[in-house]
Every structure is written in structure tokens, then in C-alpha cells.
């Protein structure tokens, strides 16, 4: 192998500028040679290639071509060799193959051309063998005739045995090609215990006795996220190497609200550990672990579901320097930098005791915590752990398990709203903010927009708001994916309402949870436990219906039959209607073929309860408690809000239909106390007297923040003086 020095300064200054410029998450093409990078353009423009599959494909063919024909020495004892394990991830469909076939045609050709030689070459030799070295002297041959070698750069199914043998004849190097990397992995140890999985780790790291470097090269297809979780878990020791290569889409980070309230905690002086709560599958894990890494420069991260182990660390621990130490025997290399750390607890539900450490962590301050869990709003969720754990520790302690009150910020994180949604959906902001000024001046929208908006809110409606089915919708703009997503989430709520719940509740949960379409179908929505079960009863069903409000999956719109603030004062606590947290579980509840009429507008006599979910499901994601107004007289408006400091009534309509309530109330504002009412229907913006229309897309744009009060500073030494004075 030639050796030759390359000026590190000069690697140094365009690693630097590389870095500045590599500001996405798409594959950054501007590292190869223009020529490549004009073939990977055109590629894309005439074939349609993903630009980030044919990069990947073409980064492997290099290190294919490079072979083990060069090193790059980064300094003393620090020698890199182009060892490449790819993985281009995306569903079927998704155009994975062609850009691997298209980067590895001349290896292909080639391997194909030394193929046909090989077996001329190996029937000649079967030929001679099958002859006596006489014979073979006698007709001119070589008397010891060598065994022909069959050249490659490709292999697609080998075991470790295998690769040594064929490896010792291709010393330049040679790249596995499997082509289901599913497949692939699922292979693994077949024919041994445990150490075909060492074997390739050794590979990885140029580490295996009798082979030099190799490159894996493949595509993953179907359930990409459990397939990338299994090869996450053999190659942990050195994932880094490890480029995962999805589809633009598939990668494509939702940008979510919340980061603005994680900065401002962040940045807020002696802030407390933060606590983000919220429904299952809502993004906490991954906005909490993408917040940390791109604000501080050690993340610890824990999930005390999957590494239950963890939980350990915190048990009768009841200082920061006890728990950091427990956590260092367990993670090997983990660091503990004052000022610069931010640990995550993930699912911290599971271990109430490091829910309690929240209050040590708030009193030590060296260190940032954010922790994340899906069932703490649960009342008397962890009774059972807090009594099986307590059993652990010698010495019983009331406050080992207690919530720290006072000690923790707390942040409810909700599914994505339409704005989110839009954004997901690469709406430019000038759109939006041009809807949030025809809002504001009460102006039509201009009927491009309008029509686009209107298709977009029944994507949304179809979709939902949960982070996984929106991904599953960009990535394959299929129903069907979106649909496979839900009924996952859906499995993991029913589960929980059996493994968490209390004893008497469980038979009840699932039955409260499943009879809510049927609730929003009647004509009245009021909540009627006799939908849930004939005979049924308050007291069997008034704990399941507070366990899946608690848990978030569920909210409830209380009736008052006073149009006034406070509307808390005025609610019935016992007359109320009930909503799913987000509407795509309601339409995944209704059934197969509801998104297909949601987007082609055949909702029939159900459009009015999916379009009055999409308010409830807006309302409760601004943080707003629900209520709606009902006489015994039978006038109803849908939901009561307050706005600027008055009792605002909102109807929602599928489509254009009259509200006779509406006008009842109108024609006697002084009765009822109500000076307007916003309409949401199929309609522009528009407005007639004290009634405002607007489509229902503007829901988003509600402003509904508590009006400010200023107040004026009291002259406290006037008072004084004056009581001074009055006293003599």
C-alpha cells in the first residue's frame, strides 16, 4: 500500500467549512467532487431517485472502489480505513433498489465478467483433475494445476466462515449487498450462539482476525422502526459509523410549538426540573432528547420501561451524588459535567422515586432534568410500585415516593393542531399569517387558498395529530399506513387501561372508551351510561371515565344553562359530553373506510360530531376546559369560550346548515347575556351583525390567551401620610 502525507491544516479548514454549511437533515451531497455531485442531480431529475438513497448508494460504491487500497492516518495511532455499514430505510414503493443497482452497475459488470471467467476457468480445471499426472504431462499441461479464484467486489449471503475463505482471495476488499436487510439481521446466529453477531461487530471495527474491512450495504422496508431498533441494539458500540438512510420525508423533524416553552424554561434563571406531560405517542420522547441535544453538550438519557435496571440508581437514594454514582456503576463512560448536563428521564411513571429525585436535583442545581411520562396525571397511578419498591429499602421512608411539590416545572404536551399540521405539510408561514390577517380584519379569503386550506383540514381530520400516522402520511401519502399507526396506538391505550388501571375499574375503561362514537351519534351527546352498557350506572362508570381523562385520552364538555362567566361557577359536573383528545382516534374508532369519506365528503349523518370533536380537539390543545349550553327547552350551542373578558358562544357546523339557536339567541342578547357568536361551517370569512362566520380551518386561530391586567402601583407612603395625618 502507497503512503503519502496530506497537510492537516488544510483537512482541518474544509472539515470547518463543510460544517457551517451542512445545516439540514438531507444528505449532505456538497462533500463529493462536483462531477458526483452533478450525477446525483441528474440521476434524481431523469429517474426520480430519492437525492439521499442514490448519495448513500454512490458513498458506498467509493468505499467499494477505495477497498483497502488506502488509509487515512488522523494522527499517531489513529488510523482510519472506509468501513461503511448503509441501511437506506423506507416503505415498499419508496425507490430503494434502483439507486443501490445504479451506484453498483460496474461492479456488477465486473463481477458478472470475472464470473463467466471463472467458470471456463473452473471447468478447465475439473477437467484436468479428473486426468492422471501422467496424462497431464503427457498432453503439455502443469502437472499440480492451480484451483482458479472467482474475483469479486459483491457478496449477498455469506456466514463469518464463508466471508474469511472468499475474503482471502479478494484482499482489496469486498461489500455485502443484502438486499432485505430485515432478512439479513433476522439470519443472524442461524447456524451458531452469539458470536456471528460479535463476528460483525469485529468487521465494523476492523478488528477480525483473517479479514480486513468490509462494507454492509442494504434497504429496510415494512416496519422500518423495529428492524432499525434490532440492528440500533447489535451495533450500539459503535452506531456512530452507522449511516441510516431514510427517505427525505421519513427523517423530516415535526416542528412542534413547545420548543419555543423549552427554551424559555431553559433560559429562565434557577429554573426547576421540567416535567412534560401528555398522552401516549403525542412526541415527548423525541422533542425532549432533540431539545437536549441541540442545547446542551451532555445528554443522559434513561427509559425506565426499557431499561428498567435504571430505576435501581434512585431507590433509597436521597442525594444528587448517590444517584449520579448508582448511575455511573450501571452506564459505562457516562459523564456528569456541572452546568453543561441535561439528564432525561424517560417514562418516568415507572419509577416514582426518581420522580421524587426531582426535588434533590431542584436543591443541588448543577444539573438540568427533563422528565417525560404518559400516565402522571393518573390519580394513585404507582401505588403498587411505591409498595413493591419500599420493600427494597431497609429503612422505611414516607418521602421516598411523594411528588415534589414545588420543586418541578410542569408542561402538558398535546398532539399536533392544524398549524402544526400545516407545517408538517411544508406550508410556507406567510400563509398562514395571511389567514391569521383575513381572520383579524374579517376578510375573505382569496379562493386559491381557500380551496387548499379546506383539502388540507380534511387531511388533518383524516390523520389526526399524533406524530407516528403523520409520518406514516407523509412518507407514503397512503391511508392505509396512517390507519396500521393508529390501531398500534390504540392497542397500547387499551393495554394500559388493563395494566394500570385500578382493580374496579378495568372492566369498565375499555367499555367507557369504546362507546363514545356511539355517544356522539345521538342527536343529544350527552354522555349516557346506558350507551356503555344496558342498565348501566354513574357509580359503576365514574372512575373509568376520570382514569382516561386523567390519562389524556378523553375530555370532557360540561353543560351549563347559563351563557355567563365564570362558566366553571355555572357547569354540572354530572351532564356532560365526551370527546377524544384527538380526532384521529375518533376516526380511526369509526372504522375502516371513515378517511376515504372524510376526503371524498360522503360523511353522511356523522359530520356534525367529527366536526364538533375537531373544535373540542382545538379548544382542549389551547388548554381550555369545554363547556357547552343546553336549556331544557332544547337550545343548544355547541361550546361556550371566553374571549376578551366576555362569554363567547362558538357553533360548529360540517357544512353550511342554519343554527336556529344561534338566531333564538341573537334576537334576545339582553336575556342571555351574549354579545356575539363566531359560526365555524364550510364557509369564507363573513359577517351579519353580531353573528361572525368563518371556515372551519380558522379554528386554529382562536385567540383565546387571558386578557392582561395591568394594574397601578398603590402609593403606599401617601396611605401612610394620610394616616399619619388623620391620627394627628
Not at 19 to 46: A, K, N
Not at 413 to 430: R, S, V
Not at 645 to 673: I, N, R
Not at 714 to 727: E, Q, S
Amino acid at each position: 500500500m502507497d503512503t503519502y502525507s496530506i497537510n492537516p491544516a488544510s483537512i482541518i479548514d474544509e472539515a470547518a467549512d463543510l460544517s457551517m454549511r451542512l445545516t439540514g437533515t438531507d444528505f449532505p451531497v456538497s462533500i463529493f467532487p462536483t462531477r458526483i455531485q452533478r450525477i446525483i442531480s441528474e440521476v434524481h431529475e431523469c429517474h426520480n431517485y430519492p437525492t439521499d438513497y442514490i448519495a448513500a448508494a454512490i458513498l458506498t460504491a467509493i468505499a467499494v472502489g477505495i477497498g483497502n487500497t488506502h488509509l487515512v492516518q488522523i494522527k499517531q495511532g489513529w488510523v482510519e480505513s472506509p468501513i461503511l455499514y448503509i441501511a437506506l430505510i423506507g416503505r415498499p414503493g419508496a425507490n430503494k433498489s434502483h439507486p443501490l443497482s445504479f451506484a453498483m452497475k460496474p461492479f456488477l459488470d465486473y463481477d458478472h465478467k470475472q464470473n463467466q471467467e471463472f467458470e471456463k476457468m473452473l471447468a478447465k480445471y475439473n477437467e484436468l483433475m479428473s486426468m492422471s499426472r501422467k496424462e497431464r504431462a503427457d498432453s503439455g499441461e502443469e502437472q499440480f494445476p492451480q484451483e482458479p479464484i472467482r474475483k469479486r467486489f459483491l457478496i449477498s449471503d455469506v456466514t463469518p466462515e464463508g466471508l474469511s475463505l472468499i475474503h482471502a482471495q479478494n484482499k482489496r476488499g469486498l461489500c455485502l449487498w443484502a438486499d432485505e436487510l430485515s432478512a439479513w439481521f433476522k439470519n443472524f446466529n442461524r447456524y451458531n450462539n452469539g458470536s456471528e453477531e460479535q463476528f460483525w461487530l469485529s468487521v465494523f471495527s476492523a478488528k477480525t482476525s483473517g479479514t480486513s474491512p468490509a462494507k454492509l450495504v442494504g434497504k429496510i422496508t415494512a416496519n422500518c422502526r423495529k428492524v432499525v431498533r434490532k440492528i440500533t441494539m447489535v451495533f450500539e458500540k459503535s452506531l456512530k459509523k452507522v449511516y441510516f438512510c431514510f427517505q427525505i420525508k421519513c427523517h423530516t423533524m415535526l416542528k412542534r410549538k413547545i420548543e419555543d416553552d423549552l427554551i424559555a424554561w431553559k433560559n429562565k434563571p434557577g429554573h426547576k426540573p421540567l416535567v412534560i406531560m401528555g398522552i401516549r405517542q403525542c412526541g415527548k420522547t423525541y422533542i425532549s432528547r432533540h431539545f437536549a441535544e441541540q442545547n446542551y453538550k451532555n445528554v443522559v438519557y434513561m427509559n425506565f420501561i426499557k431499561q428498567p435496571e435504571r430505576i435501581n440508581a434512585f431507590v433509597g437514594s436521597k442525594d444528587v451524588d448517590s444517584i449520579l454514582l448508582n448511575l455511573s456503576a450501571q452506564i459505562k463512560g457516562v459523564k456528569f459535567i456541572p452546568e453543561e448536563t441535561c439528564l432525561i428521564f424517560d417514562e418516568i411513571q415507572e419509577c416514582p422515586e426518581a420522580r421524587t429525585s426531582l426535588k434533590f436535583f431542584k436543591e443541588d442545581g448543577r444539573f438540568d432534568v427533563i422528565a417525560t411520562g404518559s400516565l402522571l396525571g393518573v390519580q394513585g397511578y404507582g401505588d403498587e410500585l411505591k409498595k413493591r419498591r419500599r420493600k427494597m429499602v431497609q429503612k422505611k421512608d414516607l418521602g421516598i415516593n411523594s411528588v415534589p411539590v414545588g420543586s418541578e416545572d410542569i408542561i402538558e404536551m398535546y398532539p399536533l393542531d392544524f398549524e402544526e399540521f400545516l407545517w408538517a405539510n411544508g406550508m410556507n408561514p406567510d400563509v398562514i399569517e395571511a389567514l391569521r390577517k383575513f381572520y383579524t380584519e374579517e376578510t375573505p379569503v382569496p379562493e386559491g387558498i381557500h380551496v387548499a386550506m379546506r383539502q388540507y383540514l380534511n387531511l388533518y381530520v383524516a390523520v389526526g395529530g399524533l406524530p407516528a400516522p403523520i409520518n406514516a402520511f407523509l412518507t407514503t401519502n397512503n391511508m392505509n399506513a396512517v390507519s396500521e399507526e393508529y390501531k398500534g396506538i390504540l392497542k397500547e391505550y387499551r393495554d394500559d387501561m388493563v395494566k394500570y388501571a385500578p382493580d374496579k375499574d378495568k372492566p369498565h375503561i375499555r367499555e367507557c372508551f369504546n362507546s363514545i362514537p356511539k355517544q356522539l351519534a345521538k342527536e343529544n351527546k350527552k354522555f349516557q351510561y346506558s350507551k356503555v352498557k344496558p342498565g348501566g350506572r354513574g357509580e359503576t362508570y365514574l372512575g373509568s371515565l376520570q382514569w382516561l381523562e386523567d390519562a389524556g385520552i378523553i375530555c370532557r364538555c360540561y353543560n351549563t344553562d347559563i351563557t355567563g362567566l365564570p362558566m366553571e361557577g355555572n357547569a354540572k359536573d354530572n351532564v356532560f359530553k365526551v370527546y377524544t383528545a384527538d380526532i384521529g382516534l375518533l376516526i380511526e374508532m369509526l372504522g375502516p373506510g371513515t378517511r376515504a369519506d372524510i376526503l371524498q365528503g360522503n360523511l353522511g349523518g356523522f359530520k356534525g360530531a367529527i366536526f364538533e370533536n375537531l373544535m373540542a380537539d382545538t379548544l382542549h390543545k389551547k388548554q381550555q376546559s369545554l363547556y357547552y349550553f343546553l336549556k331544557d327547552s332544547g337550545l343548544e350551542l355547541d361550546f361556550l369560550v371566553r374571549m376578551k373578558g366576555e362569554c363567547v358562544p362558538l357553533e360548529v357546523k360540517a357544512k353550511t346548515a342554519q343554527a336556529k339557536s344561534v338566531q333564538t339567541v341573537l334576537k334576545h342578547a339582553d336575556k342571555y347575556h351574549v354579545k356575539h357568536i363566531i359560526k365555524f361551517g364550510d364557509y369564507n370569512v363573513g359577517r351579519e351583525g353580531q353573528l361572525l362566520t368563518l371556515p372551519n380551518y380558522m379554528q386554529f386561530l382562536l385567540d383565546l390567551e387571558p386578557e392582561k391586567i395591568v394594574l397601578e402601583p398603590i402609593d403606599v407612603d401617601a396611605v401612610n401620610a394620610l394616616a399619619k395625618k388623620i391620627l394627628g
